[in-house]
């Protein structure tokens, strides 16, 4: 009984060590409850509740542990904190990897017990923060320069892509509450058409596009507009196509101007947090009179371009114009897309290429086919180069033709391609078609040779007891028509000497009934049927004289 209670006293203390410090000092502590931590950007909180807080001398501390740790590390900004929670942005972990966190209360040399977290990725739990906002103003115009969440020594959002969110800003007129709403994938963008000397307020909102993180707006940002400029900036500009190249036209009020036309890839513009001294002067354009600029072909052969364009009279400089995006497609016209097609097993692989120079765009195909023998035409949309058309007809001349749409949203379209038509090859199906006809063929001959065995064994081990129909025939001829057969064995019926009265009829008959088969005559019926011995004689003898009168 006492080895047992030692043995119970032993497991007790094992399996509660956290309990003996506790107990030590008298005071029974409780482990931190709700525990929770929260990330925006790269600020991370770890937070709790306790029923020590209100507490003197009670204390709460943290650690940590990563895959790559075998022990647990006290947590950088989160030991012996007095509240209930602390700030640990200062750890530096990778935001990729599991993260594992564990807290307790503490007092003198009493603890609680651990209150351990599931392990999360920080990248994932965190939320985005509100973007950088900086905004200037012209007469008509506010420009707002946009940062990403986050600092720029960030680990969570600022070695991201460029193109990973997408911003949100939304202008309010103060004196009115007119709004104008826009999204743009670009860091930098300017508002036109406003009023001169105008209060106007600003927030923006950065989403995370992948994964999909909803951002939190930022704090109102206020301006207002400047005086009126004494020149204004040009308007309408419009983008046309002509041989050479790019036409780039535009409305202005005053004459005895000139122009200055910039240009600048859509990619720096994407790419690039403020791209205000990437701009490049026009070749030709640099100051211009006329209110249209041509972008040569050998300088705008391909890819997308902003084009932007402000008034001098020597003395006063006009704000730049409105950005207007030019696509090199736009001016000049697509060519056709060339296709190779290969035959299948029902189906037909297209093949479409397209010029190298224009790589540079997003495109879709066009594919239209049709049975060369109909006019009903089908169409698909694909955005690979390289399309099955299947559920084909086998050995079926199908005809096709293909077109390319570059970028969204898709208006740009090239000429169609020459027409090339090609015919299926056997398919499946007909495949199966063949197989069970050489099946078929092969059992019915199966069964061909099955009967003509048959008929063979049947013919020699059981043979029919009636003779071939064509003797059946053969015999069945009159006996005056087989030359076979003597003239002479003809058969003879016997004769019968009824005596009746001392009178002896003798009756003689040739014919060919049956052996067993008489004729009888007499004159009195008396005495009919009564045969003796010695009619028995005298029909022997008879029988000698009609042999002798035959051989004389």
Request: proline residues 6%; glycine residues 4%; hydrophobic residues 35%.
């Amino acid at each position: 009984m006492l080895a047992f209670r030692a043995v119970t006293t032993l497991v007790l203390v094992a399996a509660s060590p956290w309990m003996l410090p506790a107990a030590a000092d008298g005071i029974s502590l409780d482990p931190p409850e709700n525990v929770e931590v929260y990330i925006i950007d790269d600020d991370f909180t770890l937070r709790w509740n306790s029923s020590h807080q209100s507490a003197e001398n009670v204390t709460f501390s943290a650690d940590y542990q990563t895959p790559t740790m075998n022990n647990w590390i006290k947590l950088p900004g989160c030991q012996h904190i007095m509240g209930t929670e602390c700030d640990f942005s200062a750890l530096q972990v990778d935001v990729y990897e599991n993260l594992r966190l564990r807290i307790r209360a503490e007092t003198g040399n009493s603890t609680s017990s651990w209150h351990e977290l599931d392990p999360f990725v920080p990248f994932m739990k965190a939320h985005v923060g509100a973007p950088g906002v900086h905004v200037e103003a012209e007469d008509k115009a506010i420009i707002i320069q946009i940062s990403r969440p986050g600092r720029k020594d960030s680990n969570m959002w600022w070695n991201m892509d460029e193109l990973a969110f997408i911003y949100y800003i939304v202008l309010r007129e103060t004196s009115s509450g007119n709004e104008k709403r826009t999204k743009t994938l670009y860091r930098r963008h300017k508002f036109f058409q406003l009023l001169p000397e105008t209060s106007y307020c600003l927030k923006v909102t950065a989403d995370l596009l992948v994964p999909i993180k909803f951002g939190t707006s930022s704090p109102e940002y206020c301006v207002n507009t400047t005086v009126e400029n004494k020149l204004p900036a040009p308007e309408n500009t419009t983008i046309g196509g002509k041989n050479e190249g790019c036409v780039v036209t535009w409305d202005y009020p005053h004459a005895d101007v000139t122009f200055q036309v910039q240009w600048l890839s859509a990619l720096s513009k994407r790419l690039l947090e403020n791209y205000s001294e990437d701009w490049n002067p026009v070749p030709g354009c640099e100051n211009t009179q006329d209110t249209l600029c041509v972008l040569s072909k050998s300088n705008f052969s391909g890819g997308s371009y902003f084009i932007r364009i402000r008034a001098t009279d020597g003395n006063n400089t006009s704000f730049w114009s409105e950005e207007k995006k030019i696509d090199s497609k736009t001016c000049i016209p697509l060519p056709p897309p060339s296709i190779t097609v290969k035959s299948n097993k029902d189906s037909l692989v297209l093949y479409i290429s397209f010029p190298e120079n224009f790589d540079v765009f997003t495109k879709k195909y066009e594919i239209i086919f049709w049975e060369n023998t109909s006019n009903t035409e089908k169409k698909m949309m694909q955005e690979s180069p390289e399309v099955t058309i299947g559920d084909l007809k086998s050995l079926t001349v199908y005809c096709v033709r293909a077109r390319v749409y570059l970028e969204p949203p898709w208006q740009e379209k090239s000429a169609y391609s020459p027409v090339v038509c090609k015919e299926t090859k056997a398919g499946n199906s007909s495949t199966a078609w063949i197989i069970g006809g050489i099946f078929i063929i092969l059992f019915v001959s199966f069964l061909i040779v099955i009967c003509l065995l048959k008929s063979l064994v049947s013919y020699i081990f059981f043979p029919s007891p009636k003779p071939p129909s064509i003797i059946n025939e053969y015999l069945s001829e009159p006996p005056s028509k087989n030359l076979l057969l003597s003239t002479s064995e003809e058969q003879i019926e016997r004769c019968s000497i009824i005596e009746d009265a001392g009178i002896i009829v003798m009756v003689e008959k040739t014919m060919s009934e049956p052996d067993d088969h008489k004729t009888y005559n007499s004159q009195s019926s008396e005495d009919s049927g009564n045969y003796s011995n010695e009619d028995e004689s005298l029909e022997r003898g008879t029988s000698r004289e009609f042999q002798q009168k035959e051989v004389l």
